[in-house]
């Protein structure tokens, strides 16, 4: 449950960061380099973090809806990782997707060491 609530508003703060502060996000992250044709991308991505962080703030505590949460942890910070692995060696982001890098691989092995517990099981 710790670990989707925290995953939840790292998310959620993450993707409101860049809808709501775009020129704050661009300083650290970089601007996109053909901005007004990829504006749409990053609201995109931005809304969905939002969404898959609100989720896992709301989960409830039965095995279900951890199961549920867990799914979207892993598969969001899977996708995010493989993006930033890809994207910062060719050197189409800035380099400070290497920090998310390591943040994305940090959500995987948290997943990964509650999959011990009881609740998780179910997911096997």
């Keep these: 449950m710790l670990v989707a609530r925290a995953q939840g508003v790292f998310y959620t703060g993450g993707g409101a960061w860049a809808l709501l502060r775009p020129h704050s996000f661009e300083r650290y992250f970089g601007p996109q380099r053909v901005k007004q044709e990829q504006d749409w991308l990053v609201k995109t991505v931005s809304g969905l973090l939002v969404s898959c962080g609100w989720s896992q703030i709301r989960t409830c505590t039965t095995a279900e809806c951890l199961v549920q949460a867990r799914r979207i942890g892993v598969g969001t910070a899977l996708t995010l990782l493989a993006i930033d ?32 517990s009881r609740v998780w099981q179910r997911d096997a």
């Design 85 to 116: 692995l890809v994207y910062v060696p060719a050197g189409k982001v800035r380099r400070s997707h290497a920090l998310d890098a390591v943040i994305e691989a940090g959500w995987l092995v948290a997943w990964w060491r509650c999959r011990g």
